[in-house]
């Protein structure tokens, strides 16, 4: 390991250049970030990124060791050996490693020896990528770092960044299907954030290996790091945000309620799926369409006998204002005379190996080969193909397999089940883009469907993604289990994503793989309608889990849960509209609206659904009362009326009708009737109020789709002089502590 060390720095066109006998560095003042460089080749001096997006820089001053520029706290720097230290986190040393060693990704080194570092490496060049030592604080917390298992807080834990098919994960298992190199850093100096820009296979060791230390390390030739500041979780969110940008505004019918599973084998029984739905009185806005409707599994086919008219399905649909989704998967079936093949190979399109030749495997189709999205007039192509699904009525796709998933490999071991990492993209090795293999091709799809259908908010839904997959895609937590730790974890981990720029997530309702029993389903559904993404979805496998499969006394009540959620619609979409400009995500940790509260920080089993309401999920069989926190305020419990004073823990009853939902102090929510409906014009629109003193509540209003613009309106409560000011037709009404409605016109 050989110390990287600088001798010179010099100030040019408003950046630093460091420079030493091997490396060099760029230190800039990028948006509202330090971005500090690190390489050793000269054309890496101007590294790209798949991530972000913010260019403007900030003229920067340098003068004994302090880096400043406006806007940010300073960055102090050493040169030899090169160490940092930026808003309360200090790095005390960068480490180089020897080339030839990338296999070794096990725990390269010695964690113990960085305090006292090693002799350079004899004989052998560096270039075999770095450690970034960050040393420790015993009271910080980590946040962020994507999807993940586990509960809220990430410290003590060592995590990989490799995108895989992590079918049936369990508590423990990592990586998961998703990168996202961002860290959120809370201590006694406040929140910061921090971002690797790498997209090779990472590994952050969070105070695991040595408790004194943290370590961060990836074996490409460059260190691409950005410092956000804070000083509060939700300013680094919105620093982040500029950096990587927000994702985009979603239509209406992305926010209802999804059914899916994998098996739904034919119109008809998709025609029979909606009857049982509608039966019901349950509003659903998407049926999706999994592998099944392909033929043998080729990619922009359908299954003509199973699907004589998927149009007329998606006219009958559109009628009740509800769309069908379908799966694209990128491996395309190595097939003489399937166009999709035939086209992609005269592009040149599919990965080949160093040999030149098409790198073969097994996915679904079989033979198997996969385009290379890194590339342009990849993308431009495969975004082409999409016509085919709009043709045939599909408003949304959803790419799955993308991480990618590789079952096997002609010729070749795949015991990660994904590309060799030899396998080239251009001038690219696989080891090098894997990670973002995913996020280039939903920006394909994104770009396809916003170019075939400009008139259209694009819709998709992905499996694998890079940091900045929300500018292109939705995401959903992959292979879960009908199981109640499973419903547990989702939201430690979707709160996580939405820390790390995801802001529109969701878990599979009711767990994918195994069993569901009818009080899952139900819990599981009165905690869906708090997910961005609400979908209900199962292998072929696994029992019938749709609402309606458990008959009486289930139905009846997972239907109210779906009902509540188009209840919520307006304010789902006012949230969904922020995200869209700022990037704080729909469901937030507590800590995100109360970082002074130290207990906030270690609820995860609970959130904010933005800053007007609780939610505490019933998370284990046969609960029938759950205890919860309260941070600062007074609180109305949402179904029974009654006032709480925070912060403080309290036990409620939890019915099994009833989600402990709590609305807060001085806050007013947007409702409707529930049913979904076309455009976000909501009618009626109701605001529900704080019983006592002055509510303030906001909503957005527009088509629900296309891209004229919407207007935000404030809706102003006072209880006391029974006085509503709001958008024109909207009322508002209270409900007392007894549990009586008030209308306040
Ligand atoms: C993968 C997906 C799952 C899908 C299945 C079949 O396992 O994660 O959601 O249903 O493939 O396409």
Redesign the pocket.
Known sequence: MYPVRFEEARVTDGELWLTGPVFTARVQARGPAWRVLVFQRPEDAEKGSFAVVENERAPLHYAEGRVSASDRPPLDLTLEPFSFAFAGLRFPGLYARPLGTWADHAGFFDPTGLLSPPPPAEGRPLGGGFALVLEEAPERRYFGLGERTGFLDKKGRRYTFWNADA?DYEPHTDPLYQSQPFLLAVDGAGAAGLVLDETWRLVFDLAKADPRLSRLETPGPTLDLYLLPGPTPAEVTENLTRLIGPPPLPPLWALGYHQCR?GYASQAELEAVAGELEAHGIPFSALWL??DHMEGYKVFTLDRHRFPDLKRLAQRLEAKNAKLVA?VDPCVKKEPGYPVYEEGHALGAFIKSARGEEVVGEV?PKPAVWPDFTRDEVRRWWGRLHRFYLENGVAGIWN??NEPSAFALEGLDAPERTLPPGALHGGRTHAEVHNVYGQCMSRATFEGLLALAPERRPFVLT?AGYLGIQRYAWVWT??NKSSWVHLEMSVPMLLNMGLSGIAFAGA?IGG?SEDADPELVLRWTQLGAFYPFMRN?A?KTSRRQEPYAFGEPWTGKIAEAIRFRYRLLPYVYTLAEEAARTGAPLMRPLFWHFPEDETAYSVFDQFLFGPALLVAPVTRPGQTHRSLYLPRGRWQHWWRGTLYEGPGWITVEASLEEIPLFLREGHAVPLTEPRAAKTAFFEPLYFRAFPEGQSRGEVYLDAGDGHDPGTRYEALVNVERRAFKGPRGARAFIQTKEGNVIWLD
Request: aromatic share 26%; proline share 0%; glycine share 6%.
């Open positions: 079918f994998y999994d592998i799966i679904w799955d397999m499996r992959g292979d599979d994918f979805h292998a």
